[in-house]
């Protein structure tokens, strides 16, 4: 047995022959390919793969998102006081968790894959302000266009991270193919003295937009906003007067001091021309969303995709909603932060506020141009 076994062994051409060998050099080249076509996978799932929870159908439980090793820190809370929760921006102060997870901050998934072989860039424009104006509504209705990349969350760069330097700022980015426009929005800028200078020096030619509102109406939603996490605050018609008997309003309560548009438009004169900045009216932007749409892809160079075709009114929201959110063939309104019911507010402190703006929003109209039609 072992003698045959020998035999069949040493008998020249018992087994097959090898295979010849392939030349070192072409050896070389096929491991090479291998390696970039293994580089080039990794790397295009790494720019993807934090925008693939978009794939579950919005309003279905969102997988846990601590396990995607890219997502930016934005949709994420770190456990306050840990070393995470230092570094983390803060979360868009008005926008819910629940909201920003409905808006990832990538486009569809396919958009995704092959931007993640793209470029993260400092944004080209910024939506600057104002708080409560619709700022969330008019970001979530641009991030239809395919040529514009939006991060999701508010990063406060210019007023609350600035330390953390534009390299840790283009971070938090999403990737762009050439000609797509990078955007972001925190709309506490506009109030920020800093955020001008800061601004232009990172690039004098960002564009600006401000979706501006009604101040009376702003302030009460901005207070709705408050008393929505601190049930136990005073009344609006309390917190509005410094003496309610003398009937002087107290501009230092936020909920006044932003409406003063005119007063922070002046801030940022000083460092960019009025053409630059595009004041979007946020009650157009309710009305008749596709008018406003148009203006801001005017505004930004952009192709006029988004027009009345993407928009329906949902009765039950009371708003203009998406037929189509991005990256997803379903309705998509905004979340229940956003449209909520208002407290009534004394009509006689509401006049005073009235009388109080008018001055302000006078100045404002010559400076922009625009008659907003608050009076
Ligand atoms: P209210 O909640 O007081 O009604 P911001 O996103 O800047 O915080 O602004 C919030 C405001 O956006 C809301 O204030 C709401 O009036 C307004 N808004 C504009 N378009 C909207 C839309 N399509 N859906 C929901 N809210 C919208």
């Known amino acids: ?46 720019g993807s793969c934090a925008a693939l929870p978009g794939l579950a159908p919005r309003g279905s439980p969102a997988p846990p998102r601590a396990a995607a090793p890219r997502l930016p820190a934005l949709l994420l809370r770190a456990p306050p006081g840990s070393p995470a929760a230092a570094a983390a921006p803060e979360p868009a102060e008005e926008s819910s968790l629940e909201e920003q997870r ?3 901050d990538a486009a569809s998934p396919i958009s995704s894959f092959f931007n993640g072989s793209g470029t993260k860039r400092l944004p080209q424009a910024i939506i600057i302000g104002v708080k409560k104006g619709g700022t969330r509504a008019l970001l979530e209705f641009l991030r239809v266009h395919p040529d ?47 955020a001008p200078a800061r601004i232009s020096s990172m690039s004098k030619g960002t564009k600006l937009i401000v979706v501006v ?61 009025i053409g630059q900045i595009l004041f979007v009216s946020g009650e157009r932007l309710i009305s008749d969303p596709a008018g406003e749409l148009g203006r801001v892809q005017d505004f930004l160079g952009l192709k006029r995709i988004i027009t009345d075709k993407h928009f329906y009114f949902n009765k039950t929201k009371g708003f203009p909603c998406l037929k189509k959110a991005e990256g997803s063939s379903k309705p998509h309104c905004l979340g229940k932060t956003k449209g909520r019911t208002h407290p009534d507010i004394d009509q006689e402190v509401v006049q005073r506020l009235r009388d109080f703006y008018r001055p302000f929003n006078m100045k404002f109209y010559q400076m922009t141009g625009q008659d907003f039609g608050w009076d």
């Not at 008998?11 to 070192?24: D, N, R, S």
């Open 1 to 46: 047995m072992g003698q045959r076994l020998n035999r069949c062994l040493d008998v020249p051409g018992a087994l097959p022959p090898p295979p010849p060998l392939l030349p070192l050099r072409r050896r070389l080249l096929l491991l090479f390919i291998m390696l970039f076509l293994w580089l080039y996978m990794f790397y295009s799932c790494a």
């Open 102 to 104: 409905a808006a990832p």
């Open 148 to 194: 514009v990349r939006a991060v999701g969350a508010e990063p406060h760069f210019f007023d609350r991270n600035y330390e953390r330097g534009l390299a840790w700022y283009r971070d938090l980015m999403p990737r762009t193919l050439e000609g797509q426009i990078t955007m972001e929005k925190t709309p506490s800028y506009f109030v920020t003295k800093e």
């Open 213 to 273: 509102r009604d101040p009376v109406t702003r302030a009460i939603s901005d207070y709705t906003q408050t008393l929505s996490k601190k049930p136990d605050i005073p009344t609006f018609e309390s917190l509005t007067f410094k003496n309610r008997t003398t009937g002087l309003i107290d501009t230092s309560w936020s909920a006044i001091q932003i409406g003063i548009y005119a007063k922070h438009l002046e801030n940022w004169l000083l460092y960019f021309p």
